[in-house]
């Protein structure tokens, strides 16, 4: 198997995740925070794969989208599965303190979106809510995808 079809975009976007969670000892005050928002961080974290946010939801409609909440198919849930799997040990460790849900959405007009669930604390907890069509391309289409969104070809020679 290539290694393109093993790093996918999900892969990316939670390791993003975890370098803006930053690394800090286990507290009381975390375990509290963990419980009051739901987070068992024993659980595993494809079990945390739920419907989107009511509030994610609401912040597209709002700004005139229509996203649907996307089903993963069995072909999917193995991509997801095997992208938590193949994070290193560190990085599920942080995913698992706090990362408390992670959905799919069709119809969003971006990759990915990190919502703080604890604006408040200073140990925060987050949902992340994915492009399902993601879980269809490869880093290397995804790339191609972004790098054409970044230029304008009205002003173009050709």
């Given at each position: ?69 996307h089903q993963l198919s069995p072909a999917e849930r ?57 879980l269809r391309q490869n880093v290397s289409e995804w ?16």
């Amino acid at each position: 198997m290539k290694i393109q079809n093993l790093l996918r975009p999900v892969s990316l976007f939670l390791l993003l995740l975890i370098s803006l969670t930053g690394m800090s000892d286990h507290s009381l005050a975390q375990t509290q925070i963990q419980l009051k928002y739901g987070l068992d961080p024993a659980t595993p974290l494809f079990s945390r794969v739920r419907e989107t946010p009511v509030g994610v939801i609401k912040m597209f409609e709002e700004a005139g989208m229509s996203p649907r909440q996307h089903q993963l198919s069995p072909a999917e849930r193995l991509i997801v599965e095997r992208a938590f799997a193949a994070l290193p040990p560190l990085h599920q460790r942080v995913l698992k303190e706090h990362l408390r849900s992670i959905s799919f959405l069709d119809n969003m007009p971006n990759t990915a979106l990190t919502s703080i669930v604890n604006t408040a604390d200073a140990f925060r907890l987050y949902d992340i809510t994915f492009r399902a069509a993601i879980l269809r391309q490869n880093v290397s289409e995804w790339l191609t995808e972004k790098e054409r969104a970044c230029f304008d070809a009205k002003g173009s020679c050709g």
